[in-house]
């Protein structure tokens, strides 16, 4: 089996498990004090991967945001900010979109065989647009992110990218936050939508942290051996690899 990076999926939800209120208007999910923390997990990341839907709705930067972490990267050699990475089958995708114009991180976009054309006129100027084949496929994907050089990723969503992540088993580690308060609308995005997770009823997964942070709840789970072993050095004070 080819090496692929460490992988972290990250995510805030209601109660009821939605990632948005349904309608037009961003939903605050967090609060600062999480939004710093995730700011720390995404500096200590190689790349960060949003789906196309996530760039066309939300319109991210996936930027670090503190200065005081990007100078840290970049005494160590490191770009201030991750790379950005997204997945798209029709390359919809605006070039003028802040996933392509915010900061100076390199952008990596992995689109169909039969965009690919399509995906080299629209973003081929602010972008490295890459073949994924006839379906991009999220194992292959960080198989060859692992080739770039990517040993840490962070994953951001959305919920279909969440559902590809997860039933595909190469998730290392899920950090989930839960906002105090409920949705209720139908026609909001869940975290993720139907599919065939490893982890069920007959399998659980590993609960390794719970954490209040105001008035949110983290919640990380170990889903790999990888993700228990670097756990366990954190608690020991071993310097992770």
Same mark, same amino acid.
Not at 70 to 77: K, L, P
Not at 87 to 116: I, K, Q, W
């Given at each position: 089996?080819?090496?692929?990076?460490?992988?972290?999926?990250?995510?805030?939800?209601?109660?009821?498990?939605?990632?948005?209120?349904?309608?037009?208007?961003?939903?605050?999910?967090?609060?600062?004090?999480?939004?710093?923390?995730?700011?720390?997990?995404?500096?200590?990341?190689?790349?960060?991967?949003?789906?196309?839907?996530?760039?066309?709705?939300?319109?991210?930067?996936?930027?670090?945001?503190?200065?005081?972490?990007?100078?840290?990267?970049?005494?160590?050699?490191?770009?201030?900010?991750?790379?950005?990475?997204?997945?798209?089958?029709?390359?919809?995708?605006?070039?003028?979109?802040?996933?392509?114009?915010? #900061?100076?991180?390199?952008? $990596?976009? %992995?689109?169909? *065989?039969?965009?690919?054309?399509?995906?080299? &006129?629209? @973003?081929?100027?602010?972008?490295?647009?890459?073949?994924?084949?006839?379906?991009?496929?999220?194992?292959?994907?960080?198989?060859?992110?692992?080739?770039?050089?990517?040993?840490?990723?962070?994953?951001?969503?959305?919920?279909?990218?969440?559902?590809?992540?997860?039933?595909?088993?190469?998730?290392?580690?899920?950090?989930?936050?839960?906002?105090?308060?409920?949705?209720?609308?139908?026609?909001?995005?869940?975290?993720?939508?139907?599919?065939?997770?490893?982890?069920?009823?007959?399998?659980?997964?590993?609960?390794?942290?719970?954490?209040?942070? #105001?008035?949110?709840?983290? $919640?990380? %789970?170990?889903? *790999?051996?990888?993700?228990?072993?670097?756990? &366990?050095? @954190?608690?020991?004070?071993?310097?992770?690899?």
């Amino acid at each position: 089996m080819a090496e692929r990076p460490y992988t972290l999926l990250s995510c805030a939800l209601s109660l009821d498990g939605y990632l948005d209120a349904g309608t037009d208007d961003r939903l605050i999910l967090s609060n600062a004090d999480d939004f710093a923390r995730v700011d720390a997990v995404r500096a200590d990341s190689d790349a960060v991967l949003v789906g196309a839907a996530t760039v066309r709705h939300d319109n991210p930067r996936l930027l670090v945001r503190s200065p005081a972490l990007r100078a840290r990267r970049v005494e160590s050699d490191l770009p201030a900010t991750p790379a950005k990475v997204t997945l798209t089958r029709r390359a919809d995708l605006d070039p003028c979109a802040a996933f392509f114009t915010a #900061g100076e991180a390199n952008r $990596l976009v %992995y689109c169909t *065989s039969g965009s690919l054309p399509r995906a080299r &006129r629209r @973003l081929g100027d602010v972008a490295t647009v890459i073949d994924g084949g006839r379906q991009v496929g999220v194992r292959w994907l960080v198989e060859d992110l692992h080739r770039r050089g990517v040993r840490r990723l962070m994953v951001e969503g959305g919920a279909s990218v969440h559902t590809q992540f997860l039933t595909a088993d190469i998730v290392d580690e899920l950090q989930l936050v839960v906002a105090p308060f409920f949705v209720g609308n139908p026609h909001a995005h869940r975290f993720v939508g139907a599919g065939r997770f490893p982890f069920h009823p007959g399998r659980r997964a590993t609960l390794a942290d719970v954490r209040p942070i #105001g008035d949110v709840v983290l $919640l990380r %789970y170990a889903l *790999s051996s990888r993700c228990a072993a670097e756990m &366990r050095e @954190l608690a020991t004070g071993s310097p992770r690899p």
